[in-house]
């Protein structure tokens, strides 16, 4: 059974009994959806470490034997429907973010924005068709969230009104790619009303009879990264199906966002609660408030979410090498990129002791695994670089903070934020000033059959949610993404060069030779001296608007989550 779901997972065969987990492919987040299975399957709650201290396969077996015949096994409560009579509440998460979204109504901050060019005949029946099943069978979707005297409540728009979808006409028009170009900024930038709903929108562009270009946005409530890729799954299954003549292919739910959020509260109680709170307490007891990155302009006094990126790229020789330092280190290839970052972020800062800020899909459970909803929470990596940690030394603290933090991702982060009480400004944002968030390309591509389908540049205004947002992820073979800046803080010649200095740390130390980070190969933090160039870091001499659809579900990410995998 354990050897089928691996196989399952990794797209292989068949799986030997000392098969080891990562270097088949295995990465964090299907290490998360093999223990959520895993769990399902035991009847118990299983926990990430053991997978990651037990990667092959007949070690794993061993230890999941023990865990379930153990004393303190947990076990794992059923997710239930709940009554649609009743007021349905929020999640956690989606309380935080309406609390958020009221200060500012009009902002484009928490929208998905997506956008795919279709070359071919479209069949334009069948993609009204698809997209309405689509709303129709994600409740999440047609969620509105009404401001009751009690506090904000969940309503469930009915089924069958359908996606809305504006509709364009571009093909006798001279100006039609200018015209798009307004047109994707005009829907990106476009505000949701929460209470009225929906909180989805599509927009189909024609440019000629064989060539169709599709937006959709939605508002960040209601979705994030993970639920990006089972929309595009389910909406090119649906498509293919209607095409063909069929009925929907796709299985009815078992339950429902509004489900979920109301087995988190009862779940997110008592012992547990405080096992959790207990875990962040301690883990970020002490830590810097701020993270002193010499910048280019002073701070203003109200932090500013105008932003642009910087592309980032590691070849594929030296993603090869980080996977095969990770491989020695027991690190998946996010940890290494972390604790490079976090290096890097040392020398520059100066500081031994920061923290950084990493979404985490948090989708451990295998009955929402296939859901749409706002399921992702934000983890506060606390990264200890003192004593000038060797890359060895280094690796084996991000790996134990990193699996920490995942194994106590159920708490949200404004409990934590709670708990810990930073100081609190309106300069910046708490705890953590610097995101990473890991992509995961695997979750899924659209495929549409008879079409060629190409993801489209975005064209919103650059928005981040942070002073520096290191979004990235492996695509064919590489380590690719942007790195987004606070333009109030920072010039764009200054992020390239922090760039830079990754790309050096990944190569001082891909052989695993050097100090942490590559240290070695760019100058020590601690002061900057500020010139027309830029802040310099002394002895020295990525527009989220106008980024790929999947680096803007990242810069989501980073800010109140996305798609990124906290391990």
């Not at 009554?83 to 309406?98: G, I, K, N, T």
């Not at 998905?112 to 029946?125: E, F, K, S, Y």
């Not at 009925?247 to 109301?262: E, H, M, R």
Request: with cysteine; aromatic share 6%; charged share 20%.
């Amino acid at each position: 059974m354990l050897a089928q779901l691996w196989a399952e997972l990794l797209g292989l065969e068949r799986v030997g009994r000392h098969d080891h987990f990562f270097e088949l492919g295995g990465h964090s987040l299907l290490a998360v959806r093999l223990l959520s299975r895993l769990s399902q399957i035991a009847g118990v709650e299983l926990s990430l470490a053991m997978l990651f201290a037990r990667p092959v396969l007949a070690d794993l077996a061993a230890g999941m034997a023990g865990a379930v015949s153990g004393a303190a096994a947990q076990a794992l409560p059923a997710i239930g429907a709940v009554s649609r009579q009743a007021p349905l509440e929020l999640s956690f998460a989606q309380q935080r973010l309406w609390f958020l979204a009221q200060l500012d109504k009009d902002s484009a901050r928490y929208h998905i924005a997506l956008g795919w060019r279709l070359r071919g005949r479209l069949d334009r029946a069948a993609w009204r068709r698809s997209l309405d099943q689509l709303y129709a069978r994600h409740e999440a979707l047609r969620s509105v969230f009404v401001d009751a005297e009690e506090g904000p409540r969940v309503e469930i728009l009915p089924p069958g009104t359908g996606l809305p979808v504006l509709e364009h006409d571009l093909r006798e028009r001279p100006d039609a790619a200018a015209a798009l170009v307004a047109l994707c900024a005009e829907e990106a930038c476009m505000p949701f009303d929460l209470a009225r709903g929906p909180l989805v929108r599509g927009r189909l562009i024609r440019l000629s009879e064989q060539e169709h270009v599709f937006l959709l946005t939605q508002h960040h409530i209601v979705s994030d990264g993970w639920s990006v890729g089972v929309l595009v799954r389910e909406l090119g299954s649906l498509y293919r199906a209607f095409v063909a003549g069929q009925a929907n292919p796709l299985p009815v739910p078992a339950i429902q966002y509004p489900d979920y959020a109301a087995w988190q509260r009862q779940w997110l109680s008592g012992e547990r609660l405080q096992r959790q709170a207990q875990y962040w307490r301690e883990a970020l007891s002490g830590a810097p408030s701020m993270l002193a990155l010499p910048t280019d302009r002073p701070r203003p006094a109200r932090q500013s979410f105008a932003g642009a990126t910087v592309p980032v790229e590691i070849d594929a020789e030296l993603t090869r090498e980080l996977r095969r330092l990770g491989r020695e280190h027991g690190t998946t290839l996010f940890m290494t990129v972390l604790a490079g970052w976090a290096a890097v972020l040392s020398r520059l800062s100066g500081q031994d002791d920061l923290v950084i800020g990493v979404p985490s899909a948090n989708r451990g459970r295998r009955e929402i695994e296939e859901l749409i909803g706002f399921f992702v929470n934000t983890l506060a990596l606390r990264v200890d670089l003192s004593g000038g940690p060797d890359v060895a030394t280094l690796l084996e603290r991000t790996r134990r903070t990193a699996l920490g933090a995942q194994e106590h991702q159920d708490l949200p982060f404004e409990q934590v934020v709670e708990i810990v009480q930073p100081p609190r400004a309106l300069d910046h944002t708490p705890l953590f000033q610097v995101g990473l968030a890991w992509q995961d390309n695997a979750l899924g591509r659209l495929d549409l059959p008879g079409l060629g389908v190409e993801e489209v540049m975005d064209n919103a205004p650059g928005q981040v949610r942070f002073d520096l947002e290191l979004n990235v992820g492996e695509c064919d073979g590489r380590i690719v993404g942007t790195l987004g800046y606070a333009t109030a803080l920072f010039e764009e010649s200054t992020v390239r060069r922090q760039r830079d200095y990754l790309a050096g740390a990944a190569a001082g130390d891909g052989c695993g030779r050097g100090t942490a980070g590559g240290a070695h190969r760019y100058p020590a933090g601690g002061g900057a001296r500020v010139s027309a160039g830029g802040a310099e870091p002394h002895g020295g001499g990525v527009s989220v608007g106008a980024v790929h659809p999947r680096a803007v579900r990242g810069a989501g990410a980073a800010g109140t989550g996305g798609g990124g995998a906290g391990a």
